[in-house]
Nanobody, 115 residues
Framework: QVQLVESGGGLVQAGGSLRLSCAAS????????MGWYRQGPGKQRELVAG???????NYADFVKGRFTISSDNVKRTVYLQMNSLKPEDTAVYYC?????????WGQGTQVTVSS
């Protein structure tokens, strides 16, 4: 089993910053990638950013230049540094981990950006 625990969400004013963390535990080996999705009110879940164990990253167009994903493979933790936050970034942010063609999800952490 794989457990993912997110932290770092909260309320911030527009233009502010937050840093999300996601720590993986449990039966962990052969991790392929980790990353973040989000789901805003009344919206579908969408990819925010991902990172492979080799360090390759990908970002959704709407966060390029504002968000940075990074990981610590020893700590099995992935981070999402979010800068220049906008009200439309308000969502529940979900961490994921890909391992052997299975995707695991965290419980989500709420990010609210006030205008």
């Amino acid at each position: 089993q794989v457990q993912l625990v997110e932290s770092g969400g909260g309320l911030v004013q527009a233009g502010g910053s937050l840093r999300l963390s996601c720590a993986a535990s449990g039966t962990i080996f052969s991790i392929n990638a980790m990353g973040w999705y989000r789901q805003g009110p009344g919206k579908q879940r969408e990819l925010v950013a991902g990172i492979t164990t080799g360090g390759n990253t990908n970002y959704a167009d709407f966060v390029k230049g504002r968000f940075t994903i990074s990981s610590d493979n020893v700590k099995r933790t992935v981070y999402l540094q979010m800068n220049s936050l906008k009200p439309e970034d308000t969502a529940v942010y979900y961490c994921y981990l890909d391992r052997e063609r299975i995707r695991y999800w965290g419980q989500g952490t709420q990010v609210t950006v006030s205008s």
